[in-house]
């Protein structure tokens, strides 16, 4: 079993910056992608970044620019530094990661418990 535990989220002004965290601890053999989603009041959880046990990345549209991911293998924490705010980014940021619990094994998917980000005007 995996948990992801994400921190990072809060209020802050538009124009400003927030940097998340997500750390996946627990029993596995390796973590392959890891990621970043969010979801905004009514709307459908949308991929925000994602980023290979490599180091290749996929970054929406919306936020390319101002939003990078990057990851730390060592200490199997994904980060996604956000800048340059929008009230549009306002959502619950939910960390996502596949991760195989044995070398032969499929990869699972987890899922962070989300954590909250408000952007204002």
């Known amino acids: 079993q995996v948990q992801l535990v994400e921190s990072g989220g809060g209020l802050v002004q538009a124009g400003g910056s927030l940097r998340l965290s997500c750390t996946a601890s627990?029993?596995?053999?390796?973590?392959?992608?890891m990621a970043w989603y969010r979801q905004a009041p009514e709307n459908q959880r949308e991929l925000v970044a994602r980023?290979?046990?490599?180091?290749?990345?996929n970054i929406a549209a919306s936020v390319k620019g101002r939003f990078t991911i990057s990851r730390d293998n060592a200490k199997n924490t994904v980060y996604q530094q956000m800048n340059s705010l929008k009230p549009e980014d306002t959502a619950v940021y939910y960390c996502n990661a596949v991760a195989r619990p044995l070398a032969w094994a499929s990869g699972y998917v987890y899922w962070g418990q989300g954590t909250q980000v408000t952007v204002s005007s």
């Open positions: 627990g029993r596995f053999f390796s973590i392959n992608n």
């Open positions: 980023i290979s046990a490599g180091g290749n990345t």
